[in-house]
């Protein structure tokens, strides 16, 4: 197994050198930490990563959560994790010092769970729900419930989840049917199923904290009758002893991969005995989970970028290892066989590997570092980062989860047969990364999403701020001669961008919905190479200041090696939107006039 699985030093390259992290801690909400903190914390993530998550990777892959008597048991490490994770501060990282937490900025918050993912994404999702659970009970909850919950979840004792599928209601949330009765003691009873909880039960936690929707009794239908609520796996009874809440996992689902994490059938209120705790506001629900479900979309992106850079470091190192065949010019057949990477076409998807993982961290840490900037701003410029972190989001959930299964598609296929074979790690890695595109909205739901709501929420104000971003970028890159043609490029993708936007928006505005959207999932593809083209052209910034100076040797290969994956970003994936343009001119309603009987081969 490869032993390198993530660049360390790619990742100070993007902290310090593209996004100036350290410029965070003249904002009082950040001025206790300094560099030298944050480098402490990449240097304990990394130890963690390898010591920790890494060892347990096949392991957890091949002894998968087994459903015995009502109860998921997983692999003994996951307490480890969780124990760990807790005392080392590393799921309440981000959380406020009040309630116990490092209030570390969300770009160094980042890096952990980076780190985590591509050592061994199914350990890295128990602490990560729990992060995300604890902060929406942190945001909405009660005083009481911050208490109460909040501590045990810091500290890795208690799992979080976020309980929102049910059979009828996928991603259609407005069809929720669980349901939530008042009573006179302050809870509601619950009753209802959900579906594909991600470490909805496990023995590797005390308890588990499920922040479900649910409707309560006579609230109207649709989305504005959805509330939230607490429910526990076990609550505690007068004298303080943990009790069943009567939430029981009905079974675990059989995947595919991602096998190191139970996903699971949940059944509230069984017995009539199921009893769920308000958070927020009643009809309120969907609002407020939407921040935990904004946080994992991110969240998901970055754990298929981390997966693909597993990847990418595994196939790197079979590839250099590996001899095979003579170049092209050499005419002796007795001369010793060459490496691989020294064929251009395996140095080919060595560089797309490389364009995809380092394009899409540059564009996570960019959604991160708006959020800090929106945590310490007031006023319109808060809102300005509010907005383009929103018109962002499904760019940063949908690029590195479409394309890190590109990504590592081709990490396989730089091994040849041994990539099929699970001797190595790349067909692990294939099976694990191919669930992003699907959970916490699908593709096309980040498609609509962008299309139908961030393009044109505010009358474009995001984005009109999200060009005006770009354009600060294109300007400052052409004031450099070896930038200038990257620079000129981007500047006519964007123009091609808007073009087609007012296009699409022209159609809604004759009230053609369907056809508006018919091909959002292409616009977002073509939004979203554009986004990954700006980000490569931001670090090749940073690139020309750092090689225009007196550069180490220990750094010459890196930045020489990231200035060639800039160009191949350039030359071999921006020109596909053309194509995407092309298509989304035309808007034909093509996919709208295959009607769904033409599918079939009967009349």
Not at 123 to 133: D, E, F, K
Not at 252 to 273: V, W
């Amino acid at each position: 197994m490869a032993e390198q699985f993530l660049s360390e030093r790619n990742l100070k390259f993007l902290l310090y050198e593209v996004f100036q992290a350290e410029n965070l801690l003249k904002y009082p909400r950040y001025a206790e930490h300094s560099r030298e903190v944050f480098d402490m914390i990449l240097d304990m993530a990394m130890k963690m990563g390898k010591n920790l998550f890494k060892p347990c990777l096949s392991e957890m892959d091949k002894i998968q959560p087994e459903y015995i008597n009502g109860t998921v048991k997983v692999n003994p490490v996951v307490k480890t994790i969780m124990k760990e994770c807790g005392e080392g501060g590393w799921i309440a990282a981000q959380a406020p010092y009040e309630l116990g937490g490092q209030q570390l900025p969300h770009i160094i918050g980042l890096i952990p769970l980076f780190i985590f993912g591509a050592a061994n994404y199914s350990a890295s999702v128990y602490p990560m729900l729990t992060t995300g659970a604890a902060h929406l009970i942190e945001s909405f909850g009660t005083q009481e419930q911050k208490d109460y919950y909040i501590p045990k979840m810091f500290a890795g004792l208690w799992q979080g989840t976020m309980a929102l599928t049910e059979p009828q209601a996928g991603s259609s949330l407005s069809d929720i049917a669980t349901t939530a009765e008042p009573t006179t003691h302050g809870y509601y009873n619950i009753r209802g199923q959900k579906l594909f909880i991600s470490a909805g039960d496990h023995d590797g936690a005390e308890n588990v904290v499920h922040l479900a929707l649910a409707r309560i009794k006579d609230a109207p239908a649709g989305v504005k009758g959805i509330s939230l609520f607490i429910v526990p796996k076990y609550r505690t009874d007068e004298n303080g002893k943990l009790i069943s809440n009567d939430v029981n996992c009905a079974g675990i689902y059989h995947k595919l991969g991602y096998r190191g994490a139970p996903i699971t059938q949940l059944s509230f209120g069984e017995n009539d005995d199921c009893r769920g705790y308000l958070v927020g506001e009643p009809g309120k629900g969907l609002f407020a989970m939407f921040q935990m479900m904004n946080e994992a979309r991110i969240e998901v992106g970055v754990g298929a970028a981390a997966i693909a850079s597993a990847a990418y470091y595994a196939a790197l190192e079979y590839t250099r290892e590996r001899p095979q065949g003579r170049a092209i010019t050499a005419k002796d057949p007795t001369t010793p066989q060459i490496p691989i990477i020294e064929h251009a076409d395996v140095r080919r998807m060595l560089l797309f590997q490389r364009a995809v993982v380092e394009g899409a961290l540059s564009l996570l840490m960019q959604c991160s570092f708006y959020s800090d900037m929106e945590a310490v701003t007031e006023g319109e410029e808060r809102q300005r980062y509010n907005l383009l972190l929103e018109l962002l989001t499904p760019v940063a959930k949908t690029y590195p989860s479409e394309m890190g299964i590109h990504s590592v598609s081709q990490g396989l296929q730089c091994l040849g047969g041994y990539g099929y074979c699970d001797e190595f790690p790349l067909e692990q890695f294939y099976r694990d990364v191919r669930i992003h595109p699907i959970h916490e909205g699908t593709t096309g739901i980040q498609g609509m999403d962008l299309l139908g709501r961030k393009v044109i929420m505010q009358k474009g104000k995001a984005f009109t701020f999200f060009l005006e971003e770009v354009n600060k970028t294109i300007t400052a890159a052409g004031k450099d001669i070896e930038l200038k043609p990257l620079a000129d490029e981007l500047a006519g993708a964007m123009e091609n961008l808007q073009k087609v936007t007012a296009h699409l928006i022209g159609i809604a505005v004759k009230g053609a919905q369907d056809l508006f959207l018919a091909d959002a999932t292409l616009y977002l593809e073509a939004f979203s190479i554009i986004s990954i083209a700006w980000q490569w052209l931001l670090q090749g910034i940073a690139l020309r200041e750092a090689v225009n100076k007196e550069v180490k040797p220990n750094d010459v290969n890196f930045y020489q090696g990231k200035l060639c994956a800039m160009h191949f970003f350039f030359e071999y994936e921006l020109p596909k939107i053309q194509g995407l343009f092309k298509r989304l001119l035309k808007a034909d309603g093509l996919t709208l006039a295959m009607k769904s009987e033409y599918f079939s081969d009967n009349a």
